[in-house]
């Protein structure tokens, strides 16, 4: 099959700079709002047949308009969430943003062991997000767009690519940005890694610090 993992569109915390990792979590700010306006265009070819979102408000209100496109009802799958940033909840400094994204990176590689200060290790997050992708294969979609969020898609997608291309070193995905696997749980194979908005260059905000987008 093939699976589209977007994510979502900005957000004020990704304005500020801050992790964010609480559900239900905020929506999304205007240019958010435009992000998500472009993707039933950017999309209109991609043959897409089921909608997921996580159990965050910004994925939900991210998906709407293609939802709204295409005559598809959007399936909630809280497995999809953010990775949770635990005792750095709400932080905005160097030293705790490079602790969050230090650990997920750490996780890419392989070393599934280290934890996020008051939060999940490793184990704990590939299971849940796993599961949530063994949910969108079961139905039988051909093409699944799954919105999900900046850290974890990073986080899962980059073990993936870092399992058959070394040089993986965490790329960025701004807001609407895309990764775009094919295959089956077990042998996904990454066919495009797209980190700037879907709708085009002129929807990136080079101004927001974004700690969970950028490298």
């Known amino acids: 099959m093939r699976l589209l993992l977007?994510?979502?569109?900005?957000?004020?915390a990704n304005v500020?700079?801050?992790?964010?990792?609480?559900?239900?979590?905020?929506?999304?700010?205007?240019?958010?709002?435009?992000q998500a306006a472009a993707l039933p265009d950017a999309l209109a070819d991609?043959?897409?047949?089921?909608?997921?979102?996580?159990?965050?408000?910004?994925?939900?209100e991210t998906a709407a308009p293609l939802a709204a496109a295409l005559g598809l009802r959007p399936v909630v799958l809280p497995g999809l969430r953010e990775i949770e940033s635990g005792d750095?909840?709400?932080?905005?400094?160097?030293?705790?943003?490079?602790?969050?994204?230090?650990?997920?990176?750490?996780?890419?590689?392989?070393?599934?062991?280290?934890?996020?200060?008051g939060s999940s290790n490793g184990h704990e997050f590939f299971a849940r997000y796993d599961d949530a992708i063994a949910q969108v294969v079961a139905t039988g979609a051909s093409v699944a767009a799954v919105f999900s969020h900046g850290a974890a898609i990073r986080t899962w997608a980059?073990?993936?690519?870092?399992?058959?291309?070394?040089?993986?070193s965490g790329?960025?995905?701004?807001?609407?940005?895309?990764?775009?696997?094919?295959?089956?749980?077990?042998?996904?194979?990454?066919?495009e890694w797209e980190g700037?908005?879907?709708?085009?260059?002129?929807?990136?905000d080079p101004a927001a610090p974004d700690p969970t987008g950028r490298l």
């Open 171 to 191: 790329h960025a995905l701004s807001n609407t940005g895309i990764v775009e696997l094919d295959g089956v749980p077990g042998s996904w194979r990454v066919v």
């Open 158 to 168: 980059g073990a993936t690519w870092a399992h058959t291309d070394e040089t993986f």
């Open 6 to 12: 977007i994510r979502h569109g900005q957000t004020p």
């Open 196 to 204: 700037v908005p879907l709708g085009g260059a002129e929807l990136l």
């Open 16 to 34: 500020r700079g801050i992790l964010e990792t609480t559900v239900p979590g905020p929506g999304l700010t205007d240019l958010g709002r435009e």
């Open 88 to 117: 750095l909840e709400g932080a905005r400094d160097r030293v705790s943003v490079d602790s969050y994204l230090s650990t997920f990176f750490a996780w890419i590689q392989g070393d599934r062991e280290q934890a996020i200060p």
């Open 46 to 60: 991609r043959g897409i047949t089921r909608i997921f979102v996580s159990n965050m408000v910004r994925t939900s």
